[in-house]
């Protein structure tokens, strides 16, 4: 059963639109949610994390939601552009000795169009 | 330029052969993890390593066995594979004190027939 559950799992957009990524967890004692961008035929690198002490992280076009309280937080790719075509994933995990033991969200194949 | 290396790159096994999946980091991370990927699935863990000398079990760890001697270095071992096993498999590394991220290999593209 699946702790991180992510949709949708494929999105079209047309380039300089908003790509929104969706994750819901389960266990509350999750407190880093990284997200991970992955091209074909290459490893997952990191995007942009968060900790539960803010609701919002923004990185260039990238920013993460957070919401504690519904146990929900979300990927927005701002003005997309053809390069950022990739899967990606969220994940959750702990800090402590569960660090770097994620449990992943299925993925979601991002195409954006010309 | 420093990062994870994995080897072999891609295999080809026949069921019930041994195989070991060679990882190597020079980052000097404390720990390191080996995650399979399957569609549909995303990453899942199989085994960790928090320092040399340790290792402990992830969500998904029969069928597979690693050891830590050093620092740099983390092999995988399928001791006897299965269909099942086919995957792709990503070695990874962070140094948990620091806080910084988790750091992904290239993978190996693993097919058992």
């Known amino acids: 059963q699946q702790q991180v559950k992510q949709s949708p799992q494929s999105l079209i957009v047309q380039k300089g639109g908003i790509s929104i990524i969706n994750c819901a967890y389960e266990n509350t004692a999750f407190d880093y949610f990284p997200w991970y961008q992955q091209f074909p035929g290459k490893g997952p690198a990191l995007l942009i994390a968060?900790?539960?002490?803010?609701s919002e992280k923004k990185e260039g076009r990238f920013t993460i939601s957070f919401n504690k309280s519904a146990k929900q937080f979300s990927l927005h790719i701002m003005d997309s552009q053809p390069g950022d075509s990739a899967t990606y994933f969220c994940?959750?995990?702990?800090?402590?000795?569960?660090?770097?033991?994620?449990?992943f969200g299925a993925g979601t194949q991002v195409v954006v169009t010309p | 330029i420093a990062g994870i290396t994995q080897a072999p790159t891609s295999q080809i096994l026949a069921a019930g052969r041994r195989m070991t999946l060679r990882c190597t980091q020079d980052?000097?991370?404390?720990?390191m993890y080996w995650y399979r990927q399957d569609l549909g699935l995303g990453l899942r863990l199989i085994h960790y390593?928090?320092?040399?000398?340790?290792?402990g079990k992830g969500e998904v760890p029969d069928g597979y066995s690693v050891s830590r001697a050093n620092t740099d270095d983390f092999p995988l071992t399928l001791a006897s594979a299965v269909p099942s096993q086919t995957s792709v498999y990503f070695c990874a590394s962070s140094d948990p004190p620091s806080g910084t991220g988790v750091y992904f290999g290239p993978g190996t593209r693993l097919t058992v027939l």
């Open positions: 968060i900790r539960p002490d803010v």
């Open positions: 994940a959750a995990s702990t800090f402590g000795d569960s660090w770097g033991k994620f449990q």
């Open positions: 390593s928090n320092t040399a000398g340790t290792t």
């Open positions: 980052m000097r991370h404390n720990a």
